[in-house]
């Protein structure tokens, strides 16, 4: 652990038990300025020269960011410090295997044989059943489109109920909506194929309303419970979530390819989801708020118990862990009032230079650590606090929050359009490709498999070499793969060993995804946004993921189905996503910022310093918080004192 141990900066206290925030005033330290060039490893050796301004004023909020950045401990000595945040992040995250289950499950029912003979029609007489391209669209985009009702709403029901009692609320709405499409059979005998169809659509119209709130709740709960070395592993689990509900769903599918009955082999399926609901409902009741979400609405005395819920390290400082998060969330809303403009004053307190009020805990108590008097929803200013530390949706578009919202759309954007639906829809490709059904629910095992085992691989990919250079790498890989799958697609019959070179590239195409782009995106989005505006800028971020997903899941059929169902393009539809990857591949290489080892106090800086993206890595946050202080390559820092670690 690290600690400022010095009679010039280790901290102290009052009488009143709240920390000293007189700033240090020993001599300069002698240590040289940075030289030229200085990379991401030479900056995370001197976290003491990285501290904003309005944290090193304040000697036990810097203690506790210093030990944080800590760059001596371990991944496992963080994992058992923070092993409790680890437990509730990743609980909360699992909500994610219903969605990734639900929405790959309908995908692969439209290639199971029993699916087809209850719900499909015959495209021409004496030829196998199937289902319509164009239901297949609808059932699909369904249930984005009550992801992008339920995201929206959920977006303002953070703000004022919090995570917990969100998720909980939509996960209850799981266990009554997944009647609907269970009973859907009954439609069929009732009135036919497009009566069952529409009971469906109507399910995943409803179903989709719980999995846009779990995106919504999701990704900023763990980030927000996370520390910085655990965030990128933590948040990036989500997508690990989504292939593990791929992964069930795919073998739902397969272990009932086997049944005589259609109506068993398709509620099987579906009805394995009421399995998960319940429990996941038990273990989020018993989690903390997150305590980014108390800080923000005033309830510090909360706050404090969350942190210290969630690092039970008796030696943690779990006081200055909350001065962190009150001096970042005034900082923020500072800056977005106009009058935050970083570091107007030295080493004068933040409070003291700008005209905002004090925080919100200051409101409630006088120092922090002591409880206060006042009751939760007992202080009747309480809203009042809400109101100024939560901004609206207009907020993400305004100042630097402009390019934080830019940014994590085209990351979705990204995510969503690289090709990643071809996952999807993976057993239908493999089949227009040549092979057997059978076999090819087998490859989209495999497929999922090494999807889960990618993302593992992921983790120190990012510790080592940072998300901009993996990002970049992974989408060029991405543009070289979807050309080979579109050109093989040419020449399918040709020859027998087509098919299973289309499968080997999409297999690869899965290993690079969940390498680069698909978990990245969760670590990337969660760090982007600033802390008021986490939860609305996510879900600004997933609309246009879901708004792409409706471009995308509406097409994608319409490539693959043969004529006249479809286009008949087959695997030669993977040549439209080569084109988009080399869109987004240019995108990435000039508004892409890298974030490796950045607390949210950092990336807050360097954002309204309008650091460029390609600088991001390089440029080091000295303790004064204006432009003049955050120091690129070969320029010098304004220096603090030197703190001693122990």
């Known amino acids: 652990m690290s600690a400022v141990q010095d009679d010039n900066a280790s901290p102290s206290r009052r009488n009143d038990g709240s920390a000293d925030s007189t700033p240090p005033t020993s001599p300069a330290s002698s240590t040289p300025p940075p030289t030229a060039g200085i990379q991401d490893d030479a900056r995370a050796k001197n976290p003491e020269d990285d501290v904003p301004n309005y944290i090193a004023n304040d000697r036990n909020a810097l203690e506790a960011f210093l030990l944080e950045k800590d760059p001596t401990a371990s991944i496992w000595q963080v994992v058992c410090s923070w092993k409790m945040a680890v437990v509730y992040s990743i609980l909360f995250s699992v909500t994610i295997i219903g969605e990734g289950y639900d929405l790959a499950l309908m995908g692969n029912f439209f290639s199971l044989r029993q699916f087809q003979s209850l719900f499909g029609v015959e495209p021409a007489p004496?030829?196998?059943?199937?289902?319509?391209?164009?239901?297949?669209?609808?059932?699909?985009?369904?249930?984005?489109?009550?992801?992008?009702?339920?995201?929206?709403?959920?977006?303002?029901?953070?703000?004022?109920?919090?995570?917990?009692?969100?998720?909980?609320?939509?996960?209850?709405?799981?266990?009554?909506?997944?009647?609907?499409?269970?009973?859907?059979?009954?439609?069929v005998s009732a009135a036919g194929s497009d009566a069952g169809l529409g009971a469906l659509l109507a399910g995943e119209l409803l179903l989709g309303m719980p999995w846009g709130v779990f995106q919504a709740t999701t990704l900023p709960y763990a980030s927000e419970v996370a520390p910085v070395k655990l965030r990128p592993t933590l948040t990036t689990f989500v997508n690990m979530c989504w292939i593990f509900g791929q992964l069930l769903a795919t073998a739902a599918n397969r272990a009932v390819t086997g049944l005589q009955d259609n109506v068993s082999a398709f509620r099987i399926p579906v009805a394995l989801q009421w399995t998960w609901p319940v429990p996941i409902a038990v273990c989020v009741f018993l989690a903390p708020e997150s305590p980014w979400w108390l800080v923000r609405h005033g309830r510090s005395d909360q706050a404090l118990k969350a942190i210290r819920r969630l690092n039970r390290d008796k030696d943690f400082p779990a006081e200055g862990q909350l001065r962190v998060l009150e001096l970042t969330n005034a900082h923020e809303r500072d800056a977005d009032r106009g009058s935050g403009d970083a570091g107007d004053a030295g080493d004068q307190p933040a409070r003291e230079r700008s005209n905002t009020p004090p925080s919100c805990s200051e409101k409630k108590k006088p120092s922090v650590g002591r409880s206060s008097h006042i009751e939760e929803g007992g202080d009747r200013n309480e809203s009042n606090t809400q109101d100024e530390?939560?901004?609206?949706?207009?907020?993400?578009?305004?100042?630097?929050?402009?390019?934080?919202?830019?940014?994590?759309?085209?990351?979705?954007?990204?995510?969503?359009?690289?090709?990643?639906?071809?996952?999807?829809?993976?057993?239908?490709?493999?089949?227009?490709?040549?092979?057997?059904?059978?076999?090819?629910?087998?490859?989209?095992?495999?497929?999922?498999?090494?999807?889960?085992?990618?993302?593992?691989?992921?983790?120190?990919?990012?510790?080592?070499?940072?998300?901009?250079?993996?990002?970049?790498?992974?989408?060029?890989?991405?543009?070289?793969?979807?050309?080979?799958?579109?050109?093989?697609?040419?020449?399918?019959?040709?020859?027998?060993?087509?098919?299973?070179?289309?499968?080997?590239?999409?297999?690869?195409?899965?290993?690079?995804?969940?390498?680069?782009?698909?978990?990245?995106?969760?670590?990337?989005?969660?760090?982007?946004?600033?802390?008021?505006?986490?939860?609305?800028?996510?879900?600004?971020?997933?609309?246009?993921?879901?708004?792409?997903?409706?471009?995308?899941?509406?097409?994608?059929?319409?490539?693959?189905?043969?004529?006249?169902?479809?286009?008949?393009?087959?695997?030669?539809?993977?040549?439209?996503?080569?084109?988009?990857?080399?869109?987004?591949?240019?995108?990435?290489?000039?508004?892409?910022?890298?974030?490796?080892?950045?607390?949210?106090?950092?990336?807050?800086?360097?954002?309204?310093?309008?650091?460029?993206?390609?600088?991001?890595?390089?440029?080091?946050?000295?303790?004064?918080?204006?432009?003049?202080?955050?120091?690129?390559?070969?320029?010098?820092?304004?220096?603090?004192?030197?703190?001693?670690?122990?």
């Open 389 to 646: 530390s939560c901004g609206g949706y207009l907020d993400c578009f305004k100042a630097t929050n402009r390019r934080r919202t830019e940014i994590v759309v085209m990351l979705n954007l990204t995510q969503q359009l690289c090709g990643s639906c071809l996952m999807y829809y993976s057993a239908k490709l493999y089949q227009k490709g040549g092979i057997e059904p059978e076999r090819a629910f087998d490859y989209t095992l495999i497929q999922y498999g090494l999807g889960i085992i990618a993302i593992g691989f992921s983790w120190p990919l990012m510790r080592y070499f940072g998300r901009r250079r993996i990002w970049i790498s992974g989408l060029s890989l991405s543009v070289a793969l979807m050309s080979g799958v579109g050109i093989l697609g040419f020449f399918t019959g040709r020859h027998p060993a087509v098919p299973w070179a289309i499968a080997a590239l999409l297999i690869c195409f899965t290993v690079v995804y969940n390498l680069s782009t698909g978990p990245l995106t969760y670590s990337l989005v969660s760090e982007m946004p600033s802390t008021r505006l986490k939860a609305k800028t996510i879900v600004i971020g997933r609309c246009s993921y879901l708004v792409a997903g409706l471009f995308n899941l509406f097409l994608t059929p319409k490539m693959l189905e043969d004529v006249p169902n479809g286009w008949g393009l087959g695997p030669r539809a993977a040549l439209v996503f080569a084109g988009l990857d080399m869109l987004f591949l240019s995108w990435a290489w000039f508004r892409l910022p890298e974030t490796k080892g950045r607390s949210f106090a950092e990336i807050d800086v360097l954002f309204k310093l309008k650091t460029p993206a390609r600088k991001f890595g390089s440029t080091m946050v000295s303790n004064q918080s204006d432009p003049g202080s955050a120091v690129a390559s070969g320029s010098e820092p304004a220096r603090r004192p030197a703190a001693k670690k122990s």
């Open 126 to 187: 004496g030829k196998a059943r199937e289902i319509p391209a164009l239901w297949q669209s609808l059932l699909q985009c369904s249930a984005l489109l009550g992801q992008i009702l339920a995201i929206y709403l959920a977006g303002h029901s953070i703000d004022r109920f919090g995570y917990r009692k969100t998720v909980l609320a939509a996960l209850g709405s799981v266990l009554v909506f997944l009647l609907v499409p269970f009973f859907s059979t009954e439609a």
